[in-house]
């Protein structure tokens, strides 16, 4: 059973047209939510952590925001260079315990001119 | 800062084959795990050692060795390769166990 989930697995946009990625998690003692972007063959380059809902962060036309259950990372004005694969992490762990990373499959997004 | 570098970034191997993938870290991170990655799956953790001498299993150990040299250096090993090791492996680091992870650009292992 998956403990995070990334809808849409795809998505594709024109130049422009601003849209959201959806991360869902059902892991219990959230620590931390991090988002990352991946780029063909590269490894995941990390771009957000938010740790507490109502929480928000920006960065360029990204900003990622954080409920008790989800996270959303929005996109406006999107660009073809934000074309890549944006995935989704959660830390989880109560207690002294270092916790688990959960990683999800991720959406592969793709802004054409 | 070179980050995460590991090596080599190809190999191919035949079944039951051994080789070790090599991963350094320079920003003086304590944590350092190995994750492998397949079409339609999320990354997955191979082994950890959240501190210099320790070591721990993840999610998909079986079939792996790691050894953390040093703080710097973690490697991963397969003693005896199998077709369903074929993936892209992913070296990475913390400062802090499980947060802001940073990663290496990965290995394309394939085993024939």
Not at chain 2, 3 to 25: I, W
Not at chain 2, 59 to 80: A, D, Q, T
Request: hydrophobic fraction near 30%; charge should be positive; include cysteine.
């Amino acid at each position: 059973e998956d403990q995070v989930t990334q809808s849409p697995e795809a998505l594709r946009l024109q130049e422009g047209e601003s849209s959201s990625l959806n991360c869902s998690y059902t892991v219990s003692g959230l620590r931390g939510l991090f988002w990352y972007r991946q780029d063909p063959g590269k490894g995941p380059e990390f771009l957000f952590t938010l740790y507490s809902a109502g929480e928000e962060k920006e960065k360029e036309r990204l900003k990622a925001t954080l409920t008790k259950k989800e996270s959303f990372l929005h996109i406006t004005a999107p660009k073809p260079e934000d074309s890549a694969t944006y995935l989704c992490a959660v830390q989880a762990g109560r207690g002294s315990t270092l916790g688990r990373l959960y990683f999800g499959r991720g959406t592969q997004l793709t802004v054409w001119p | 800062n070179a980050g995460v570098t590991q090596t080599p970034k190809f190999q191919v191997l035949k079944t039951g084959q051994s080789m070790t993938l090599q991963c350094a870290q320079d920003m003086n991170h304590n944590s350092m795990y190995w994750y492998r990655q397949d079409p339609g799956m999320g990354l997955r953790l191979i082994y950890y050692s959240a501190s210099e001498g320790t070591t721990d299993k993840g999610e998909v150990p079986n079939g792996y060795n790691v050894s953390r040299l040093n703080k710097r250096e973690f490697s991963l090993r397969l003693e005896s390769a199998a077709p369903s090791q074929t993936s892209v492996y992913f070296c990475a680091s913390s400062e802090l166990t499980n947060r802001r992870v940073f990663f290496g650009s990965g290995t394309q292992l394939s085993v024939l």
